[in-house]
């Protein structure tokens, strides 16, 4: 083996373990950040959502529809705190106010809920049970637990095709860019911005594949996060305050109002297993 050679292979050696210490410093500096935004974080809202399950506006005429939401602590609407500030409870309210007629809301997101969690929410639902609209969101702790993005969408295209199969007209709103958390130091938010984008781009697509139609959070309300993080977000600056559930619910809205005509004019039932 000649000289140049050997001198070549030399430098590549050295270089690969450059790169690779740097790699190593680099997850170190991120999981260092992130037990600091953890700490910055806390619990400060507890663990628990309200409870806003009823019939909205039954004073109007009508059968009522049947609303489900499903997913992370955003659809669970923790921080509000009132019932109807809720994300559930502004979209029923706000449905049954365009369709004139009453909502009735069955909440089954969890706090702290990522994709993989989905099919267990949709397997609580009582026996019989057939939402005639149906709003997915999550993400958030699939990208701060660093979750694949397959197995992410994996188990939100089979959530739709079981919704699909209960009747359900759906709606996804996709992930929110992490990277208006303040708490989240740099290059982790930015980092979490990225990944996050990634997951809400193959939700969308996922969604529309699996015939459910996805709403882009990030594109509707994520500047108002950004540019207004003290009045978007609650006491822990990690999810929506009273505000910023109204501002997703306003992007939402729109989608759910047409699976609520088209499960109301159609009348679809439920595929045969």
């Given at each position: 083996?000649?000289?140049?050679?050997?001198?070549?292979?030399?430098?590549?050696?050295?270089?690969?373990?450059?790169v690779?210490?740097?790699?190593?410093?680099?997850?170190?500096?991120l999981?260092?950040?992130?037990?600091?935004?953890?700490?910055?974080?806390?619990?400060?809202?507890?663990?628990?959502?309200?409870?806003?399950?009823?019939?909205?506006?039954?004073?109007?005429?009508?059968?009522?529809?049947?609303?489900?939401?499903?997913?992370?602590?955003?659809?669970?609407g923790?921080?509000?705190?009132?019932?109807?500030?809720?994300?559930?409870?502004?979209?029923?309210?706000?449905?049954?106010?365009?369709?004139?007629?009453?909502?009735?809301?069955?909440?089954?997101?969890?706090?702290?809920?990522?994709?993989?969690?989905?099919?267990?929410?949709?397997?609580?639902?009582?026996?019989?049970?057939?939402?005639?609209?149906?709003?997915?969101?999550?993400?958030?702790?699939?990208?701060?637990?660093?979750?694949?993005?397959?197995?992410?969408?994996?188990?939100?295209?089979?959530?739709?095709?079981?919704?699909?199969?209960?009747?359900?007209?759906?709606?996804?709103?996709?992930?929110?860019?992490?990277?208006?958390?303040?708490?989240?130091?740099?290059?982790l938010?930015?980092?979490?911005?990225?990944?996050?984008?990634?997951?809400?781009?193959?939700?969308?697509?996922?969604?529309?594949?699996?015939?459910?139609?996805?709403?882009d959070?990030?594109?509707?309300?994520?500047?108002?996060?950004?540019?207004?993080?003290?009045?978007?977000?609650?006491?822990?600056?990690?999810?929506?305050?009273?505000?910023?559930?109204?501002?997703?619910?306003?992007?939402l809205?729109?989608?759910?109002?047409?699976?609520?005509?088209?499960?109301?004019?159609?009348?679809?039932?439920?595929?045969?297993?």
């Amino acid at each position: 083996m000649s000289n140049r050679v050997v001198r070549r292979l030399r430098v590549l050696v050295v270089v690969g373990l450059v790169v690779a210490t740097a790699l190593v410093g680099f997850r170190i500096v991120l999981t260092q950040q992130a037990a600091l935004a953890r700490r910055r974080i806390g619990k400060p809202l507890g663990e628990d959502s309200l409870d806003a399950d009823r019939v909205w506006r039954s004073a109007l005429d009508g059968e009522p529809i049947d609303l489900l939401v499903l997913g992370d602590s955003i659809a669970a609407g923790l921080g509000a705190e009132r019932r109807k500030e809720t994300l559930g409870g502004r979209l029923a309210k706000g449905t049954a106010g365009r369709m004139r007629r009453p909502v009735r809301l069955h909440t089954a997101a969890v706090v702290g809920s990522e994709s993989p969690d989905l099919p267990g929410q949709l397997d609580s639902l009582p026996e019989g049970y057939h939402p005639q609209v149906a709003v997915i969101v999550v993400g958030g702790n699939d990208v701060t637990h660093r979750l694949p993005v397959p197995l992410s969408a994996q188990h939100l295209h089979e959530t739709i095709r079981r919704l699909r199969e209960r009747g359900a007209e759906v709606v996804v709103g996709t992930c929110p860019d992490l990277g208006a958390l303040r708490p989240v130091p740099q290059p982790l938010r930015r980092l979490a911005s990225s990944m996050s984008r990634r997951l809400a781009d193959i939700q969308a697509e996922t969604a529309r594949h699996a015939g459910a139609e996805p709403v882009d959070l990030r594109r509707a309300v994520g500047p108002m996060f950004f540019d207004e993080p003290e009045a978007m977000f609650s006491l822990d600056r990690f999810h929506p305050s009273a505000l910023g559930y109204r501002r997703t619910a306003e992007a939402l809205l729109p989608a759910v109002c047409r699976a609520a005509e088209v499960a109301v004019s159609s009348r679809r039932p439920p595929e045969p297993r």
